[in-house]
């Protein structure tokens, strides 16, 4: 039932008159109020500034639109509903957050399973058949069979030469020739190497003697790069432990991780981190390696990890030493070496045992920074005590609308807050945040809803 005449406040109006003066702004107050609602709504203290002038506005015309009988005002986007009837319960349905009301962004760091679904390791490799034969020095290794339509692919491991052997090519290498793992080692070149350094080197090994090896670094690697879908940001430095078939070094099998446990002073260069890899395990929870990289001074340590990238770069004179015969490589010039898939089944079989044929070890986990931004909804007092909901009203017995369906709101109006929605300037919805449990509202008593956006 109306307890004013009063009409609510056109908000564009009001703000154009505080921007032009106490004066004008005093005169529009009074011409809209009475005594008695300027003395609850527009104190002193309400109008130091606009936003606090804009907030009482608010108020008073939800006020109005509770209690009010001329309905709404002049702007139909304002706080009236513009058509002169009665308005909805709770016209005022909207406030603006002030810089208080958002917090600072936090960033916190989350590790998770590298792999489809957030495994954490892979024990079962797929390719497609003609696939090592299309791309000559890459494959593709999905998590199931390549005709099942939820196959995706995890990562891609290949073979890269510094000179084109193990492809089709010619000597003076020209169009006619397609020299795939030539052209793979100068992408990784130039993605990781700084400018003027034409060649990979491994920890360990001494280059610069023809006797002793190439002088300028490692002519070969087997390079194992993380799919970036799954991989997202980047993966999470000695959390990754991957198997090759072989004789091992001091091993069963071979077992490569990272030495970033026992890195106190990380290398960067210009594709950020870069660890070295190194025969170990983190099977008890704490890497345990087996040979330094430093050790490794006949052949260099077993690779290099990029974890900013998602790439592992494995030695390729590492994986041919007499006692690890990881893999053999075909180098021969102009010939298709398949390398590719002699890299892949040292993966695929690294587990031992009849019907082990595709049966492996990969475990990986990935690295996200989560970026937070807490906003938080603010419910004064005076603020958003009735309900728009139909069944908060009713009609008296003269069918005047304006009467509580529940009696005992009249003088002492209550609402359950159970969700906040996030607008943007235009009023589009962008999220709603939706509570455990309501949250009882009255004039006395204020809420506080935290909502914290991750992205």
Request: overall charge negative.
């Amino acid at each position: 039932m109306a307890h004013t005449t009063t009409g609510p406040m056109n908000v564009t109006t009001a703000e154009s008159k505080f921007d032009a003066g106490r004066a004008q702004l005093n005169a529009f107050i009074s011409g809209n109020t009475t005594a008695d609602e300027r003395s609850t709504f527009f104190t002193e203290l309400a109008l130091e500034s606009k936003e606090d002038f804009l907030r009482a506005v608010g108020r008073f015309n939800e006020y109005i639109a509770n209690h009010g009988t001329s309905g709404g005002g002049d702007d139909p986007d304002q706080e009236g509903n513009g058509n002169g009837s009665d308005p909805e319960f709770s016209a005022t349905i909207y406030k603006q957050f002030q810089d208080s009301d958002i917090a600072s962004t936090e960033k916190t760091t989350v590790s998770s399973g590298l792999f489809s679904g957030g495994a954490a390791s892979l024990s079962e490799f797929f390719y497609s058949a003609t696939l090592g034969d299309v791309s000559a020095s890459y494959i593709p290794v999905y998590n199931k069979v390549t005709s099942d339509s939820t196959a995706q692919v995890q990562f891609a491991v290949g073979y890269a030469n510094y000179g084109g052997s193990g492809s089709i090519g010619n000597t003076t290498k020209t169009t006619a020739g397609n020299r795939e793992t030539a052209a793979l080692y100068r992408q990784f070149r130039n993605v990781i190497l700084g400018q003027g350094t034409e060649k990979f080197s491994f920890t360990g090994k001494t280059y610069g003697t023809v006797a002793g090896g190439d002088p300028d670094g490692q002519d070969d690697f087997v390079f194992v790069a993380f799919n970036r879908a799954q991989m997202r940001e980047k993966a999470d430095p000695g959390n990754w432990e991957l198997h090759l078939s072989g004789s091992g070094n001091g091993q069963s099998g071979i077992k490569l991780i990272d030495d970033s446990s026992a890195t106190t002073n990380t290398t960067i260069n210009s594709a950020n981190r870069v660890f070295n890899v190194v025969s170990g395990s983190i099977a008890s929870g704490t890497a345990d390696i087996k040979t330094a990289a430093s050790a490794e001074t006949s052949t260099g340590a077993p690779g290099l990890f990029y974890p900013d990238l998602g790439i592992i770069l494995l030695n390729a004179a590492w994986l041919t030493q007499a006692n690890v015969k990881s893999m053999v490589f075909s180098t021969g010039t102009n010939t298709f070496g398949n390398n590719a898939k002699v890299a892949f089944n040292s993966i695929s079989h690294s587990v031992a045992g009849a019907g082990a044929k595709n049966a492996g070890y990969f475990a990986a986990r990935r690295e996200e920074e989560i970026s937070s931004t807490s906003y938080f909804a603010r419910a004064h007092n005076q603020e958003f005590n009735f309900s728009s909901n139909p069944t908060y009203e009713t009609t008296d017995s003269n069918g005047n609308r304006g009467a509580f369906t529940q009696p005992t709101f009249k003088g002492d109006p209550k609402s359950y807050i159970t969700q906040v929605g996030l607008y943007n300037e235009s009023r589009e919805l962008l999220a709603i945040a939706k509570l455990s449990q309501p949250v009882l509202k009255s004039f006395s008593r204020e809420a506080v809803v935290k909502v914290k956006l991750d992205f």
